[in-house]
């Protein structure tokens, strides 16, 4: 299913739900973050998805890592909540969701990066090779905030 992000764009369609999701901050030993390259925008962003019913929150982000990267994690902390009204995601259904993201820090414990139906490549990038890549202005957000360690996390 395609999908077209709009941000702060007064002609996008209005929002027609509101999906709890989770994206995942996580690096290696060598400082890097886990990037995927999305199949349905090309887009670059942090391995994420939306919460299944009976999970905690953790749990999807454990579980949409896993699916998108080939990469297990353990949750550490939060590194913020992206609640932006004026960025929606159109999909080609039809559905119209504002942005409501909870982005999770974690820790790496094992794996390799490995492609899957979500996810065209997937690497970990070092923080000075971000500007060569493209990443919508609200998932860069997130991953300079991640980068920051900001002691409390982000809220907006």
């Given at each position: 299913?395609?999908r077209?992000e709009?941000?702060?764009?007064?002609?996008a369609p209005?929002p027609?739900s509101?999906?709890?999701a989770?994206?995942v901050?996580?690096?290696d030993?060598e400082d890097?973050?886990?990037?995927i390259?999305r199949?349905?925008?090309g887009l670059?962003?942090?391995?994420?998805?939306?919460?299944?019913f009976g999970e905690?929150?953790?749990?999807?982000?454990?579980r949409?890592?896993?699916e998108e990267?080939?990469?297990?994690?353990?949750?550490?902390?939060?590194?913020?909540?992206?609640?932006?009204?004026?960025?929606v995601?159109?999909?080609?259904d039809g559905?119209?969701?504002?942005?409501?993201?909870?982005?999770?820090?974690a820790?790496?414990?094992a794996?390799?990066p490995?492609?899957s139906?979500?996810?065209?490549a997937v690497?970990?990038?070092p923080?000075e090779?971000l500007n060569s890549?493209?990443?919508h202005?609200s998932m860069?957000?997130?991953i300079?905030?991640?980068?920051?360690?900001?002691p409390?996390?982000?809220?907006g």
């Amino acid at each position: 299913m395609a999908r077209t992000e709009h941000f702060n764009n007064p002609q996008a369609p209005k929002p027609n739900s509101i999906v709890v999701a989770v994206t995942v901050f996580v690096q290696d030993a060598e400082d890097r973050v886990l990037l995927i390259q999305r199949t349905d925008n090309g887009l670059w962003a942090l391995p994420g998805g939306a919460q299944d019913f009976g999970e905690y929150i953790a749990e999807t982000a454990v579980r949409e890592t896993r699916e998108e990267t080939g990469i297990e994690v353990e949750v550490t902390g939060v590194v913020g909540i992206y609640t932006n009204p004026n960025h929606v995601v159109e999909y080609s259904d039809g559905e119209v969701r504002q942005q409501f993201s909870i982005c999770l820090r974690a820790t790496y414990i094992a794996g390799e990066p490995t492609m899957s139906d979500e996810s065209s490549a997937v690497q970990w990038v070092p923080q000075e090779g971000l500007n060569s890549l493209s990443i919508h202005p609200s998932m860069r957000l997130r991953i300079d905030h991640g980068f920051e360690r900001r002691p409390d996390p982000y809220i907006g």
